[in-house]
Each structure stands twice: as structure tokens, then as C-alpha cells.
């Protein structure tokens, strides 16, 4: 199993960046599919970015062109750059990690099986 720890949450202005961390530890980081999800107040938990083992990504329509997952396997970290935010995207976001191959679409909060605690971003118009 993985522990996995976000941070880089944080208040910002509409139009503005942030960049968000997740850490591992626990286990082989590199052997891990990851991804990042979100949950605003009142809403389901939705997904929006996932980086393969080789570090091939797919976004979200909703925040393609905006956001970036990325990974350091070295510094056993997984990254969401998200530029140009927008008060829909005040959410709490989390990182996810899946050591197997998916038995369902990466895009499904229950393809994951681990988890970390979540960061907040709250973005202000």
C-alpha cells in the first residue's frame, strides 16, 4: 500500500494559478497509475486528471487546456498545474493511486484504490 499526502490547496483569484503535490510513500511509486479528482460542496466527486505508469495523461473536458498532471517518479510525487481558474473549481482535490491494471475506466472513483486526505482550493471571482 501507498500513503499518499496532497498540499498546495489554497485561496486564489479567478484567473490565477496553483499548483498542487501529491506525495507517496510506502510503496513503489513508479508501479503506480495516478490520478487527481475533485468534490465541490453538494456534488459528487468527479474526475479530473489521470498519468499512466509511462506517464501518458488524459484531462477531464472540463479543465483540459487548463490543467497539466505530471510526475516525478525521482521525488515520488504526482503534480496538477492548473492555470487560468475559475470559481467552478473550488473543490476539494484529491490524489488517487492504483497499483493493477484497471479492471474499469481510470476515469471511475472506484478503478483507485488508494487515497489521500485532500487539499482545498477555493478560487474568488
Known amino acids: 500500500q501507498v500513503l499518499l499526502v496532497e498540499s498546495g490547496g489554497g485561496l486564489v483569484q479567478a484567473g490565477g494559478s496553483l499548483r498542487l503535490s501529491c506525495a507517496a510513500s510506502?510503496?513503489?511509486?513508479?508501479?503506480?497509475?495516478m490520478g487527481w479528482f475533485r468534490q465541490a460542496p453538494g456534488k459528487e466527486r468527479e474526475f479530473v486528471a489521470h498519468i499512466s505508469r509511462s506517464g501518458g495523461t488524459y484531462h477531464a473536458d472540463s479543465v483540459k487546456g487548463r490543467f497539466t498532471i505530471s510526475r516525478d517518479n525521482a521525488k515520488n510525487t504526482v503534480y496538477l498545474q492548473m492555470n487560468s481558474l475559475n470559481p467552478e473549481d473550488t473543490a476539494v482535490y484529491y490524489c488517487?493511486?492504483?497499483?493493477?491494471?484497471?479492471?474499469?475506466?481510470?476515469?471511475?472513483?472506484?478503478?483507485?484504490?488508494?487515497w489521500g486526505q485532500g487539499t482545498q482550493v477555493t478560487v474568488s471571482s
Open positions: 488517487a493511486a492504483h497499483l493493477a491494471p484497471f479492471a474499469m475506466p481510470y476515469t471511475r472513483q472506484a478503478a483507485y484504490s488508494e
Open positions: 510506502g510503496g513503489s511509486f513508479s508501479n503506480y497509475y
